[in-house]
């Protein structure tokens, strides 16, 4: 697509349920990042993939959180049993790899609040 | 580990200029990049540097770059109204995949 699509836009759940953000990244974009931002925060790495290669989890913040990623594109990031803090935006991003000179291109990400 | 740190908050009045400073810690870093986040929107990149250049300019933009203090900044000219944002700086190495982010600089421009 012509950008990178995030949805849903907005999420609320109840403690203790799970929840699924989706991502769909640029087209051809081998690279796709989760981050979270949480309020007055910066942005958080949570996992990153590249191709097929196995991907880089060492910002996932507890075994709760895992993502996936489908046939190198879409990407879901699931959240088990959330807790209020995993309240925060999750912005996905993918990027043409090879020049990381061109930067990331981010979806507008999913705000979720978990009550 | 590496950190980017950034001030919270500036205000300028329209037509000023605004300059956004940023720091990190990353001797290795290689690119450093400034992102623009307009309020309900994702981040937007608005222009890079290489490690081995000190200055680029892009229209009303122009980024600094010590690499000796590792001090990173964003001048805006002529800042408008549409410039008010939070600011991001980030930076990436050849040995880490995902950016590092600094915590945002909100930019407040008052007419």
């Known amino acids: 697509g012509a950008g990178v699509s995030q949805s849903p836009s907005n999420k609320v759940t109840e403690k203790g349920k799970d929840v699924e953000l989706r991502c769909d990244p640029i087209?051809?974009?081998?690279?796709l990042y989760w981050y979270r931002q949480s309020l007055g925060q910066g942005l958080e790495f949570l996992i990153y993939f590249q191709g097929n290669s196995a991907p880089d989890k060492s910002g996932l913040p507890s075994d709760r959180f895992s993502a996936e990623r489908t046939g190198g594109s879409v990407s879901t990031l699931t959240i088990q049993r959330t807790q209020q803090e995993d309240s925060a935006v999750y912005l996905c991003a993918s990027s043409s790899s090879g020049d990381r000179g061109y930067g990331y291109t981010f979806g507008s990400g999913t705000r979720l609040t978990v009550v | 580990g590496e950190d980017v740190e950034q001030s919270l908050f500036l205000s300028v009045r329209e037509g000023d200029s605004s300059v956004i400073n940023c720091t990190y810690t990353d001797s290795s870093s290689t690119y450093l990049y400034w992102y623009k986040q307009e309020p309900g929107a994702g981040l937007q990149l608005l222009t890079y540097?290489?490690?081995?250049?000190d200055m680029k300019q892009d229209q009303r933009l122009t980024v600094l770059l010590n690499k000796k203090d590792k001090h990173l900044s964003l001048r805006i000219a002529d800042t408008q109204t549409g410039d008010s944002a939070i600011y991001f700086c980030a930076e990436a190495d050849t040995g880490r995949r995902a950016l590092t982010f600094g915590s945002g600089t909100r930019l407040q421009v008052q007419p």
């Open positions: 087209s051809g974009h081998t690279a």
């Open positions: 540097i290489f490690s081995n250049m």
